[in-house]
Antibody
Framework: QVQLQESGPGLVKPSQTLSLTCTVS??????????WTWIRQPAGKGLEWIGR???????NYNPSLKSRVTISIDTSKNQFSLKLNSVTAADTGLYYC?????????????WGQGTLVTVSS | QSVLTQPPSASGTPGQRVTISCSGS????????VYWYQHLPGTAPKLLIY???QRPSGVPDRFSGSKSGTSASLAISGLRSEDEAVYYC????????????FGGGTKLTVL
């Protein structure tokens, strides 16, 4: 099972861009059966799926966030990243990266510990 | 408001059996597989059930899942204190809400 670790600023100013990186270890991010996902938990709320990326670079996004989100992958660094622009206080929360190995079909079976991002001036 | 509806809370005493429901529509539960995640405080969510009723390796058989029509359920038997967590259902959605939607989560308290 691969390990994932999120990194990035814990504080972002309103209207700016939230940028997070997820580093994958214990396996190759380029494996064709994997895809990589960002999920968040806004303060006081439940989980929200942000989007996913395959090693090929193909992406899918949550329609409610699609206009502000970009997920990219860097296979040379075994990392994938999230950019969310024009952030507001509503984007404050815990952000998780997760991976799907295919062993359990569409189940996300590897998760990072999560990183707290606060949007505040 | 989530596309999938879960009760916000559930509770039980040690040894009891509890059930958590997840209600959706023909666009999601009615046409796709349901997954369940366990989210313990301060930890990453964990895959608990996949494809409606399958358990990943290492998940005790006290946990079981089922689906009927546009609803799904997670059952926990022989309740233990360590089962106290938030439980989420998740499913692919074929409408504009998709691709993946989570339920609002159910906080399970072991009394």
């Amino acid at each position: 099972q691969v390990q994932l670790q999120e990194s990035g600023p814990g504080l972002v100013k309103p209207s700016q861009t939230l940028s997070l990186t997820c580093t994958v270890s214990g396996g190759s991010i380029s494996s064709a059966i994997f895809y990589w996902t960002w999920i968040r938990q806004p303060a006081g709320k439940g989980l929200e799926w942000i989007g996913r990326i395959y090693s090929s670079g193909r992406t899918n996004y949550n329609p409610s966030l699609k206009s502000r989100v970009t997920i990219s992958i860097d296979t040379s660094k075994n990392q994938f990243s999230l950019k969310l622009n024009s952030v507001t206080a509503a984007d404050t929360g815990l952000y998780y990266c997760a991976g799907r190995s295919g062993k359990y079909y569409e189940g996300l079976d590897s998760w990072g510990q999560g990183t707290l991002v606060t949007v505040s001036s | 408001q989530s596309v999938l509806t879960q009760p916000p809370s559930a509770s039980g005493t040690p040894g009891q059996r509890v059930t958590i429901s997840c209600s959706g529509s023909s666009f999601n539960i009615g046409s796709n597989y349901v997954y369940w995640y366990q989210h313990l405080p301060g930890t990453a969510p964990k895959l608990l059930i996949y494809r409606n009723n399958q358990r990943p390796s290492g998940v005790p058989d006290r946990f079981s899942g089922s689906k009927s029509g546009t609803s799904a359920s997670l059952a926990i038997s022989g309740l233990r204190s360590e089962d106290e967590a938030v439980y989420y259902c998740a499913v692919w959605d074929d409408s504009l809400s998709g691709p993946v939607v989570f339920g609002g989560g159910t906080k399970l308290t072991v009394l």
